[in-house]
């Protein structure tokens, strides 16, 4: 038996050399020339420098950052009683070793897991839980959670090596994970119960969001299809559900659910508060989803179907096997966009009194000691936000680019 | 054709699949629906004072984000004067102040809670209005804050009057009473001032401190809370003007007498015991005083307590919890606190205030 040893067929024919160019170089050529692109570029750096600036005098002279650390536990978990910190630790440290365990097994065949932008990644996120206004110990937590991350990952990547099948059951696992959640933030079955009125902060925002993305994918697909039937009163449901709910603002659905419910249900039936959320969210987005699915639908030649038909594939294997992962592929773009504005509706939840993350923030803020501190808070609301929106736009990206690979 | 056909069977399945999911949803309510399943409503004849002792906690609305009267203190606890209204009751009908639910209520969602249910009653800055006690159907309890609108500018403006508001700057918030208000009176007083709105509070003070506007209105208690927070507070005055009555309280849904009476008479009681000079302190000693009226008020004697449908001694517990009234407003808005607000309409009524209890009796 002979081994072919790849081999470039022509040397000759190899890419040609990259240009090295120095930075001033690169300085020069695309911001400096000619005469009108330097003027551009000085005002556009003079404003950043100006804004910076000013910034950075407020950041560090004006601005009163004690406000942040004081109330961290109540950003982070909103009036969860402090005796029970424990169990969303335990919960936050399963979470990230699952996480972990995950990206190593989907990651198995990269030969350097930590590669260069991984690890700047990681260094980044534990520069900036030193930078953050909180008490040593949450850094040294966040900074502990970094590495379990990584041993979990590197864990991970030799387990995925040995056992391929094991991809399979990630979402299974994180199915388990959101149970063990549930049950370790809610109590009940050996564990002292905290009812749904102590949940809050940045918790309860997460846990609101991704319940609501996880429930408003597969009815968004459902409605999707419905639209699409043949059966009169199917799409006729379908279009009414779509088109009524895009015809309502979010406010008003939440509204209802919070307040207006209680009217028409009997005494003594009262649905739980988050549950409404969840429901009101969800109801929102499965709308907005179908519709982003159907267009991915859509964009599926019909050819598709035909040769699946053609194949012998019966109609539900054909939807499930050859429609439907073209057509959410094609729209992963809108529906991780979908995601996000999901995630940040959730703060429409603090003028219905939910105490989430924005909520529990305009209690922080009334209280005497942190009077006239908006700016302070509300940044690191920002902030906040924009971790957990750019995290899901990282992985959108990272799962498109997967899905491109193995067509 | 068969390919449509199933296709068709096949989205009819997941829709009906789908249908059937949300409707055994529906039809099981989850297992935290416990609170409110005593009968109580203003329609049936039990009253909400049984729903909220057989469900042991009391459903409060609060507002959430008023400095000194609900805010989330450092430790994770609600606090402020509002909110120790709510605690008083619950300690008065379940004999423990803890026991009790906050609900923030938006000013928009506030009467609807009330009315569906959703709390037992409401302790959030709501003014006693007409019209509000008729057509909304609220029953108002004593009020527990006198509040006014009133005008705050800088001391070396020489501004002192509304007069002389002339060509002047006010800022306001949006959407409020308290804009119309401040139109009505400008106009009553035949000046014309430039008005400022800002939709929140934080920017409109930063115009203000920036000096953007010369005078800041709005509700007096919040001026004071609000000018402590300015970078010189001594620099600014809060002008003696009052532009409107805003008398703040605790109120039940109508056509509910006992849990009425209830909200009703604890109020009363924080303000008689300070009357009575009973404090959080020396309550335990008190229940041995030889005054008759104490006695009666702390239920050594007579049953006061069991007209309410509570224990007799329910003020003992009221007050060793919050304490009376006095107190309750020096810890949240008073010398105790960083507002400083002096009593003002808020005394006793034998001190010049407005406060008057009826008799324990």
């Not at chain 2, 109020?267 to 009973?278: H, K, M, Q, S, V």
């Not at chain 2, 702390?298 to 309410?308: I, N, W």
């Not at chain 2, 810890?331 to 400083?340: A, D, P, T, Y």
């Given at each position: 038996m002979t081994t072919i040893t790849p081999q470039n067929p022509n040397p000759n024919l190899s890419p040609p050399a990259e240009i090295q160019i120095s930075p001033i170089n690169w300085v020069m050529k695309n911001l400096l020339t000619p005469w009108y692109n330097a003027l551009i570029t000085f005002i556009i750096v003079g404003i950043f420098c100006y804004a910076g600036y000013g910034f950075c005098v407020w950041a560090f002279t004006e601005a009163q950052w004690t406000v942040i650390p004081a109330n961290l536990h109540l950003f982070g978990a909103g009036r969860y009683p402090s005796e029970e910190y424990w169990r969303l630790w335990v919960l936050l440290s399963i979470i990230v070793i699952f996480s972990g365990i995950s990206w190593g097994i989907v990651a198995r065949n990269v030969t350097h897991l930590f590669s260069r932008n991984v690890l700047i990644g990681l260094a980044i996120a534990a520069l900036i839980s030193f930078i953050?206004?909180?008490p040593l110990l949450y850094k040294l937590a966040i900074i502990g959670l970094l590495i379990l991350l990584s041993l979990a990952a590197w864990g991970g990547q030799k387990i995925g090596a040995k056992m391929p099948g094991l991809g399979q059951y990630i979402a299974i696992n994180w199915f388990l994970v959101y149970l063990i959640g549930l049950w370790l933030i809610g109590g009940g079955l050996g564990l002292e119960e905290v009812t749904t009125s102590k949940w809050g902060g940045l918790m309860l925002t997460v846990l609101m969001a991704t319940i609501s993305i996880a429930l408003c994918f597969p009815i968004g697909v459902i409605f999707a299809l419905g639209r699409q039937s043949n059966l009169p009163v199917v799409k006729l449901f379908s279009v009414l559900y779509i088109e009524i709910i895009r015809g309502i603002p979010l406010i008003a659905i939440l509204f209802m659910g919070q307040v207006m419910i209680p009217l028409f249900l009997p005494e003594g039936m009262r649905p739980d508060r988050v549950l409404r959320a969840i429901i009101g969210l969800t109801l929102f987005s499965s709308a907005y989803l179908a519709e982003n699915i159907r267009g991915g639908l859509q964009a599926i030649p019909r050819g598709q179907t035909e040769a699946a038909k053609a194949l012998g594939l019966n109609p539900p294997l054909t939807v499930s096997f050859i429609v439907m992962p073209q057509a959410i592929k094609a729209v992963i773009p809108a529906i991780v966009g979908q995601f996000i504005s999901l995630f940040q509706d959730t703060t429409l939840l603090s003028i219905v009194g939910v105490e989430e993350f924005l909520g529990i923030s305009r209690s922080v803020l009334a209280n005497p000691n942190f009077l006239g501190r908006s700016s302070e808070v509300l940044l690191f609301n920002a902030l906040g936000f924009w971790v957990f929106c750019y995290a899901m736009s990282t992985g959108s990206k990272y799962i498109e680019k997967r899905l491109n690979v193995e067509h | 054709m068969w390919c449509v056909m199933t296709m068709r069977k096949f989205s009819a399945f997941l829709l009906t699949a789908a249908i059937a999911a949300s409707l055994a949803a529906c039809a099981t309510p989850p297992e935290s629906s416990s609170d409110g399943e005593g009968e109580g409503s203003s329609s049936s004849t039990a009253s909400r004072l049984d729903a909220v002792k057989e469900r042991g906690t009391l459903n409060c609305g609060v507002d959430g984000g008023i400095p000194g009267f609900s805010y989330v203190d450092e430790s994770g606890d609600y606090s402020g004067l509002d909110v120790d209204v709510c605690k008083?009751?619950?300690?008065?009908?379940?004999?423990?102040?803890?026991?009790?639910?906050?609900?923030?209520?938006?000013?928009?969602?506030?009467?609807?809670?009330?009315s569906g249910g959703e709390v037992d009653m409401l302790s959030r800055n709501t003014t006693w209005t007409i019209s509000r006690d008729t057509e909304v159907g609220m029953e108002f309890a004593p009020t527990t804050f006198y509040d006014g609108q009133g005008m705050m500018v800088r001391e070396a403006s020489g501004l002192k009057e509304l007069k002389d508001f002339d060509g002047k700057t006010v800022c306001v918030e949006a959407g409020t009473t308290t804009e119309l208000n401040l139109t009505d009176k400008m106009r009553k007083a035949g000046v014309t001032p430039e008005i400022k709105t800002f939709q929140q509070a934080d920017p409109a003070y930063a115009a203000y401190e920036e000096e953007l506007c010369d005078g800041f209105t709005s509700d007096k208690s919040q001026l004071v809370a609000r000018r402590s927070t300015l970078s010189k507070p001594e620099d600014h005055i809060v002008l003696d003007v009052t532009m409107s009555k805003e008398p703040l309280g605790p109120l039940t849904v109508n056509n509910d007498s006992?849990?009425?009476?209830?909200?009703?008479?604890?109020?009363?009681?924080?303000?008689?015991?300070?009357?009575?000079?009973?404090t959080s302190k020396n309550v335990e000693e008190m229940k041995s005083s030889e005054d008759p009226t104490i006695k009666r008020f702390?239920?050594?004697?007579?049953?006061?307590?069991?007209?309410?449908g509570l224990e007799n001694d329910f003020m003992v517990k009221v007050i060793s919890s919050v304490g009376?009234?006095?107190?309750?407003?020096?810890?949240?808005?008073?010398?105790?606190?960083?507002?400083?607000?002096?009593?003002?309409?808020?005394?006793?009524?034998?001190?010049?205030?407005?406060?008057?209890?009826?008799?324990f009796r």
């Open positions: 953050l206004p909180i | 008083a009751v619950a300690a008065a009908v379940l004999g423990d102040a803890d026991k009790v639910e906050y609900r923030r209520l938006d000013s928009t969602e506030r009467f609807t809670a009330v006992a849990w009425f009476d209830v909200v009703k008479w604890v109020t009363y009681g924080l303000i008689e015991a300070e009357e009575l000079g009973i702390l239920g050594a004697e007579g049953d006061l307590g069991t007209g309410l009376n009234y006095g107190e309750i407003y020096e810890r949240n808005l008073g010398q105790e606190s960083k507002f400083k607000l002096d009593r003002g309409l808020n005394a006793l009524w034998t001190e010049g205030g407005l406060l008057y209890a009826p008799p």
